[in-house]
């Protein structure tokens, strides 16, 4: 196996792992908030090393803030969605 070989199967893993991450955290976003704050709550232990407990508080999720401008839906008094609009028929023009 050569080292472009190598160079090249470390990339291409490294854009799978990327991308499953970001699909996870755009899909299941609530799943993602708490297995991120279990990770984080396990780095962030007292007697660990303080490059890991520094790791484990920036992969802490963001807490809601309880206003209605953080869009976190969890009081549901942010409102109804607003209603979609009625479907609309497509009009064909003849080309000139």
Known sequence: MSTFELVQGA???LVV???AYVAFRKLLPKTSTRVMARVSASLNRPGRAGVVRSLGRRLQPATATGSCGDGCG??????PAAPKSE???????PRN
């Open 11 to 13: 990339i291409i893993a």
């Open 17 to 19: 792992v990327v991308s």
């Open 74 to 79: 969890s009081c549901g008094s942010c409102g």
């Open 87 to 93: 479907a609309q028929p497509l009009h064909f023009k």
